[in-house]
């Protein structure tokens, strides 16, 4: 049987009716499927920019602090806070899209499909990285103001 005399015929007095429906239902499963797998990358993508992002700020303030006293507010264990505060979202991002993505393919395989909510991982993610910057930022005007 081929796509197109399912299209034709689900109507028809041949009744492909619920052929034709299951077809619809496994064509609705794989892009389901498919942007569950998409969410997944963008979660690998967005972990990927923090993680880089906090090694970046940790070697960065590393080289700064080689100079001679140029940057004498910075502290060592500042910059490696925040560099592996970084670090560490990045891979809990990473672990909560990895949960979402096996729940999301498990919840999909199920005959009895239906939508149900999840929790806002990405929302506790985003207040996480608030927290970070807010953090960086009074350690950033602290260090001007002294």
Do not use: C
């Amino acid at each position: 049987m081929d796509w197109y005399s399912l299209d034709m015929n689900i109507d028809g007095p041949d009744n492909r009716t619920s052929t034709a429906g299951g077809l619809s239902n496994e064509l609705a499963r794989e892009r389901n499927r498919e942007a569950a797998d998409r969410t997944l990358l963008a979660w690998i993508r967005t972990s990927l920019a923090m993680i880089s992002l906090g090694f970046g700020i940790e070697r960065l303030g590393q080289a700064a602090l080689s100079f001679d006293g140029r940057f004498s507010d910075l502290s060592s264990l500042k910059t490696r806070a925040f560099g592996a505060s970084l670090i560490v979202l990045g891979m809990a991002a990473t672990i909560a899209g990895m949960w979402e993505h096996r729940h999301m393919l498990t919840a999909i395989s199920r005959d009895d499909y239906r939508y149900a909510d999840r929790p806002p991982i990405a929302r506790y993610m985003g207040w996480a990285l608030v927290l970070v910057g807010a953090a960086a930022l009074l350690t950033m005007l602290g260090m001007r103001g002294s």
